[in-house]
């Protein structure tokens, strides 16, 4: 499923990272490849780019670029929490003051559900978001470099995998999914290093 190859970076730079003796520099600039490829890719596949996709291109390609001009690591290790704060803040107030949220928006063809379910999802993502981003500040704040990557790839893999669960579950509880309703659609649109949960 789309969510789970928009992965496909974050596993080349955490390869990338061990294969090169722990070159956070030279893992920073296979994650900025593998970025703009995975990006060409579903361009290609489908024509055009979810906005969040299109904040994970923009922000590796600067705050990456800066960690490798600079030869700081404080960018690329911000990224993740720039990048989920923003989407929480973009699903927040989309819901406070648009006439529909984000996800609606997105998916409203897809899957029909009464307003209240979607605001409910929509605070229930943007929550997730924020502890993601919180959560990746915490690590990199106060643990190796090594336990930081190591979070980025399992504990941002593992985070969105429980959100992705937990709307699901919550969904079938309100018996607005059945057995034969393909839940991939609102999985792959709330699904963003994602999440971080995104790289």
Not at 74 to 81: H, V
Not at 133 to 152: A, C, D, P, Q, R
Request: negative net charge; hydrophobic residues 55%.
């Amino acid at each position: 499923m789309k969510q789970f190859l928009e992965f496909a970076p974050i596993l080349a730079f955490f390869i990338a990272y061990y294969f090169l003796e722990r070159d956070l520099l030279g893992a920073t600039a296979v994650l900025i490849v593998a970025q703009v490829l995975l990006t060409a890719v579903l361009y290609l596949r489908f024509g055009k780019l979810e906005r969040p996709m299109q904040l994970q291109f923009w922000a590796v390609l600067l705050l990456g670029g800066l960690t490798l001009a600079l030869n700081n690591a404080a960018f690329i290790q911000w990224r993740p929490t720039l990048v989920n704060w923003i989407l929480a803040a973009g699903l927040a107030l989309s819901q406070i003051f648009g006439e529909r949220n984000v996800l609606e928006r997105m998916l409203g063809g897809q899957l029909p559900l009464p307003r209240r379910a979607w605001n409910h999802l929509a605070w229930g993502w943007s929550a997730a978001f924020f502890l993601g981003g919180t959560l990746n500040l915490v690590v990199f704040m106060n643990f190796s470099e090594e336990v930081w990557v190591n979070y980025k790839l399992f504990g941002s893999f593992a985070l969105t995998f429980c959100y992705v669960v937990i709307t699901i579950v919550y969904l079938a509880r309100a018996g607005h999914l059945d057995a034969s309703e393909d839940t991939e659609p609102a999985v792959d649109a709330v699904e963003s290093d994602s999440t971080e949960p995104r790289p």
